[in-house]
């Protein structure tokens, strides 16, 4: 599990860092992981897909030129930067700010990991669509906090943002798994693709944002750690756009999915009865 393993790593780096090792010797140990996947995965089968169509490229590529497929891999774009954007800069902002980011860091993708381990029970209860809407609305308060609090406060809105960004990715893949099934394991891999495409298009536009808070708090007489926050927060509240978009086109989705679901059952019912 990714968040866990984020976890582990983040104390191993900051235990590491607080005994004086280079950032050498923390690279390396990377290779412990790698040499127990390769251990793990040697000799095992991939699962076979459950649906036909997922064996046709042309099947699945039908199934992605949809508008439904168009829009989760738009939603993705936000909800990956939602994710990733806070965490890449979390440690220039809360550095300044009375908090150590590696516990943050550690926090946040702990209450990750536990919440995905229990998250099948609240995605049945909520369906997916409903889970990110809600996901998105915490991840907004989350950022929010994080563009206005300081010190201990800076951990209560760390959980508050785990809460939101638990279960993003999980649930975008599961959507389009269950809802847009023909794209196969080909349109759940190009879902993560654009995910993974947002941070390298919108890291710029984040780093622009820090080097211009970065002279504005030097315009208004800022300097070290105090210059690096307001700098920061700032650009926090640039980036509460991302998930505050999120709720206004999930609430569109979950009004969608539930208008859709009756009328899917009614279909079915007279091929029940015949």
């Known amino acids: 599990m990714v968040p866990g393993g984020i976890v582990i790593g983040s104390l191993v780096s900051l235990g590491m860092t607080n005994l004086n090792l280079g950032w050498e010797a923390q690279i390396w140990i990377i290779l412990l992981p790698t040499l127990v996947y390769a251990w793990l995965f040697y000799g095992q089968e991939f699962p076979k897909p459950h649906h036909k169509e997922s064996i046709s490229v042309v099947e699945n590529l039908k199934a992605m030129a949809t508008p439904l497929f168009i829009f ?35 926090l946040v993708t702990g209450l990750m990991a536990v919440g995905r381990y229990f998250g099948g029970g ?20 989350g950022i929010y906090l994080f563009s206005t609090v300081t010190g201990g406060m800076v951990y209560v809105a760390a959980i508050l943002f785990a809460v939101g960004v638990c279960y993003f990715w999980p649930n975008m ?6 809802k847009i099934p023909k794209s196969g394991a080909f349109g759940m891999s190009v879902v993560g693709a ?14 622009g944002w820090i ?8 315009a208004n007489g800022l300097s070290g750690a105090e210059l690096e926050l307001a700098a920061g927060q700032e650009t926090m509240k640039y980036m509460i756009i991302f998930p505050a978009v999120l709720i206004v086109l999930f609430t569109l989705l979950w009004f969608w999915v539930k208008r859709s679901k009756p009328a899917a059952k009614s279909a079915a019912q007279p091929a029940a009865h015949h």
């Open 72 to 106: 989760i891999a738009a939603c993705m774009t936000l909800t990956a930067i939602s994710e990733f954007g806070p965490q890449q800069w979390t440690g220039i902002i809360m550095a300044s700010s009375g908090a150590e980011p590696m516990v943050i860091l550690a």
């Open 122 to 141: 609240i995605v049945g209860k909520f369906d997916q669509t409903g889970v990110l809407l809600g996901s998105a609305i915490f991840t907004t308060i």
């Open 173 to 178: 893949i599961g959507f389009v798994a269950e």
């Open 194 to 207: 654009f995910g993974m495409f947002s941070t390298s298009m919108w890291n710029p536009v984040i780093g």
């Open 211 to 218: 080097d211009e808070g970065r002279v504005r708090a030097a």
